[in-house]
């Protein structure tokens, strides 16, 4: 199947601080990324969909100042959560669909564990 | 709206023992449905899907069954092993595609 590669898969780092995560498509196109929190023991809340080339679409309660998103390309989105707080440390999932299919079948990254201090 | 509902965890069963994780959902229209797998840090990995009512999805020794008279896609395994441990999910995307929709999560611990 279409492999999606997120990095770091572990990032540590001081409040206040900004952190970017990197979500690639390795092997396809993905015109549309999602961008998902999972909290301890809950299921993952989607934060935003990412839009190659458009401004990303986010979910209710979901700040874009913070989490800011950005869908360069095809194969690339980045999440960078700005100006981190302790309880911004979480695990966060990226997502995308082949460009073109219909079986909406969604690829996940491995995630990335960030913890603010 | 439409909406996942699976049943709460943890789940701990011997090996070889038989699994059900009830899945069952809300939704206008036809579906797709999923079971996507969650082994320790790591991320989520598609276990199988059903694209249509009476679809049967299988991998790994694992199915579900779209059933759409009882809106479920209860996930079976026979005969589980420890190396089945992990979190299970179950989802949904609307006929549109418009967005996923993710089920709480079950845990499964087994033990040898």
């Known amino acids: 199947g279409a492999v999606v590669s997120q990095h770091p898969s572990r990032v540590i780092c001081k409040s206040g601080t900004s952190v970017k995560i990197e979500c690639r498509s390795l092997?396809?196109?993905?015109?549309?990324m999602f961008w998902y929190r999972q909290f301890p023991k809950k299921s993952l809340m989607l934060m935003a969909t990412?839009?190659?080339?458009?401004?990303?679409?986010?979910e209710q309660g979901v700040e874009k100042d913070k989490f800011l998103i950005n869908h360069a390309s095809l194969t690339l989105s980045t999440l960078t959560v700005t100006s981190a707080h302790p309880e911004d440390s979480s695990f966060y999932i990226c997502?995308?669909?082949?460009?073109?299919?219909?079986?909406?079948?969604?690829?996940f990254g491995e995630g990335s564990r960030l913890t603010v201090l | 709206g439409d909406s996942v509902t699976q049943m709460e965890g943890p789940v701990t069963l011997s090996e070889e023992a038989f699994l059900t994780i009830n899945c069952t959902y809300t939704?206008?229209?036809?579906?797709?449905l999923f079971w996507y797998v969650q082994y320790p840090g790591e991320g989520l990995q598609l276990l199988l899907k059903?694209?249509?009512?009476?679809d049967k999805g299988s991998n790994k020794g694992f199915e579900a069954t779209y059933r759409k008279e009882t809106t479920s896609f209860h996930l079976e395994k026979g005969s589980v092993q420890v190396s089945d441990s992990a979190v299970y999910f179950c989802?949904?995307?609307?006929?549109?595609?418009?967005?996923?929709?993710f089920g709480s999560g079950t845990k499964l611990n087994v033990k040898p």
């Open positions: 997502s995308a669909r082949v460009t073109g299919t219909n079986t909406g079948e969604l690829f």
């Open positions: 092997d396809f196109q993905a015109t549309t």
């Open positions: 990412s839009n190659e080339g458009s401004k990303a679409t986010y």
């Open positions: 939704a206008t229209g036809y579906p797709s």
């Open positions: 059903a694209t249509k009512a009476d």
């Open positions: 989802a949904l995307i609307p006929g549109n595609f418009n967005k996923f929709y």
